[in-house]
């Protein structure tokens, strides 16, 4: 590295963007891991369902199962294309 | 009391084998008795890295099946009387390793006398993995400063929450410590590569341990002789703090730190 290259802009720092990258995936990961196993089956047939209705996009449906004390409550919301309202069942 | 450590880490190649060679070598030059099992069957490297290769007779699936005794497979280590390998075996693949086969091979150590039993864990999260983790009771999860193997970790430490023994018994999971490998200063402090607060953030969990990369570990391997045992090595000396710190002293982390470069190096050249 000589004094030219000094001057010019450091390299980008990827390093940043590899940790917010990281941040999203694991909390991603970490709300889905003590899920049932059949949400993910659930979320397709649902949007299938859906999808026979409205033109919904893929990633339209939430599907999350809360505990509520000794309850669990499984939370679904679907965005519609249009009005951008929320439907939960 | 035997204490069971597992070195797991989900992705291959972060430093595994290595980790759980220092390791044990690292706790055999402290006095403990201390025996080193491969869980990585059909896929063995623990002997090549323990320099006992050509002494594997029985392993330890032959142990498992009851076609040899554990005291025949247990290989015992050059340089430390006290320091026994149990080869994974070649020829078989992952299912020839039961539940019980290794709870009974982990209890008959146990009576044994062992102080630690380090389990090293194959990649992935298959029934190898599984099993090397099921009966810890605490965890090292290696973990390179890059994105995949970051991801995986994190993935591996939910399973020992909630696969293990522990994690079943509601015990709260297996306890894990963080060892940061293949960790280069002069690139974390360019921006190029993850720090040891960025992993530490990610995943939540204080790092115990940060291995520098060094052309040592390689020249180690070559040999079969474990990196700690290299004296003037950095990932030796590093291995010996971790290993320190994993018995509850208290070291500060060192070579976490690019060289210094003078006005006139960072001017005119590097």
Redesign the interface.
């Known amino acids: 590295m000589g004094i030219l290259d000094f001057l010019k802009s450091r390299p980008k720092n990827t390093a940043t963007i590899a940790k917010e990258r990281l941040r999203i995936i694991v909390a991603q990961e970490r709300s889905s891991r003590n899920t049932p196993d059949y949400l993910p089956m659930l979320r397709t047939e649902l949007l299938a369902v859906i999808r026979k209705y409205v033109h919904v996009d893929l990633d339209a449906i939430n599907i999350q199962v809360e505990r509520d004390g000794e309850h669990e409550v499984l939370e679904l919301s679907v965005a519609l294309p249009e009005h951008k309202t929320d439907t939960t069942a | 009391m035997t204490e069971t450590i597992v070195v797991t880490s989900g992705k291959g190649g972060v430093g595994k084998t290595t980790t759980s060679a220092s390791l044990a070598t690292g706790l055999a030059a402290q006095g403990k008795k201390v025996a080193v099992i491969d869980f990585d069957v059909g896929l063995r490297n623990l002997d090549l890295i323990m320099g006992c290769e050509r002494r594997v007779v029985y392993d330890f699936v032959n142990v498992i099946h009851q076609e040899a005794t554990l005291k025949q497979a247990l290989i015992r280590d050059k340089r430390h009387e006290n320091l026994f390998v149990l080869a994974a075996s070649q020829t078989r693949d992952k299912d020839a390793l039961t539940q019980e086969g290794v709870q009974r091979v982990l209890e008959e150590l146990g009576k044994e006398g062992f102080d630690y039993i380090v389990c090293d864990s194959p990649a992935g999260i298959e029934k190898g993995a599984s099993l090397a983790m099921y009966f810890a009771d605490r965890a090292l999860v290696v973990v390179n400063p890059?994105?995949s193997s970051?991801?995986d970790s994190?993935?591996i430490l939910?399973l020992l929450a909630?696969k293990t023994r522990k994690g079943e018994s509601g015990q709260g999971g297996v306890p894990a410590h963080l060892l940061l490998t293949r960790y280069n200063p002069v690139r974390?402090e360019?921006?190029?590569?993850?720090?040891i607060k960025?992993v530490e953030?990610?995943?939540g969990l204080p790092v115990i341990g940060v291995i520098p990369e060094h052309e040592s570990v390689l020249m180690a391997s070559n040999q079969g002789v474990p990196v700690i045992l290299d004296e003037g090595s950095l990932a030796g000396q590093a291995y010996v703090d971790a290993i320190a710190r994993l018995l509850g002293e208290s070291r500060p982390m060192r070579f976490i730190d690019a060289p210094k470069k003078g006005l006139f190096k960072?001017?005119?050249?590097?």
Request: no cysteine; charged share 30%; proline share 0%.
């Open positions: 890059e994105v970051v991801r994190d993935r939910g909630s974390v360019s921006g190029q590569m993850l720090g960025d953030e990610v995943l960072r001017m005119f050249g590097s």
